[in-house]
């Protein structure tokens, strides 16, 4: 189970992220990335979309439900199948989320890393020493971390998108895939304080596995920001790095114990 309290916490931490990137005007690193990631989400939300309906048919038409249903000419069974269907693609659209989602966390790991850092730079009033080989580890590390993720949350997406083909129980499959979602995003926000912290990432799992709500805020309003075309979609990424590394800065969080 997760804290309502933190989730709270979590979500309340994007309006000190606004706050803050106002008034250090940091807008330019939050447009530029912002624009990229638009441009690459919304071609790849048209592709899952034609794609995952080429699926539906072909499942349908393997079992013979197809057939079945047009001859059965029930309208009830067709409403049902139609929530079906429409279930099944968005468990698609959240799978695209998820692998998309590391593909652009990996890609972009060196500005969000940076992003964190100047964050906590300005609110700690210090400079953080610039290593190439801490920056080339890091980057390593966020690349384990996030295929860790990848392999965890494909598992539990798979096994919801075959649940999707149940109708009733397959409704609710959207929801959690969505709260899984969300817990893997707000997870990888935080983990770039942790890098800095030179936390193992035994350390980062642990912490996270005992505060699920801080990762779920994070991630419900990066999803909340979804529902807004274009300036969500540009806005999103970099206000979620922000706000993880706010919320994270006010636990006083302790240094690991790797060189």
Not at 31 to 54: D, H, K, N, R, T
Not at 81 to 90: K, S
Not at 141 to 163: D, E, F, K, P
């Amino acid at each position: 189970m997760f804290s309502l309290r933190e989730v709270l916490g979590a979500i309340q931490s994007y309006g000190a992220a606004h706050r803050f990137i106002s008034a250090h005007r940091l807008w330019k690193w939050i447009i530029i990335p912002g624009i990229i990631y638009c441009l690459m989400f919304v071609a790849g939300i048209v592709y899952v979309w034609e794609y995952s309906g080429v699926f539906i048919d072909y499942v349908l038409n393997l079992l013979t439900l197809k057939t079945w249903i047009e001859e059965l000419q029930n309208s009830f069974v067709n409403f049902l199948f139609l929530l079906v269907g429409l279930a099944v693609r968005m468990i698609f659209l959240i799978m695209y989320f998820s692998f998309f989602k590391y593909l652009f966390l990996i890609v972009g790991s060196p500005l969000f890393a940076y992003l964190s850092e100047k964050t906590e730079s300005i609110m700690q009033g210090k400079d953080f020493p610039f290593s190439a080989a801490q920056l080339l580890k890091d980057l390593v590390r966020g690349i384990r971390l996030s295929l860790r993720n990848l392999v965890y949350q494909t598992a539990l997406m798979l096994i919801l998108a075959i649940l999707a083909f149940v109708p009733i129980l397959g409704w609710l499959t959207p929801l959690i895939a969505m709260l899984i979602e969300c817990y893997y995003f707000g997870f990888s926000m935080m983990d770039y304080s942790f890098e800095r912290r030179r936390w193992p990432m035994r350390q980062s799992i642990a912490y996270i596995r005992h505060h699920k709500g801080m990762a779920m805020g994070n991630g419900i309003v990066f999803y909340l920001f979804l529902f807004i075309p274009v300036l969500g979609w540009l806005l999103a990424p970099c206000y979620a790095v922000i706000a993880a590394t706010i919320h994270l800065q006010q636990q006083r969080l302790p240094m690991g114990t790797e060189a």
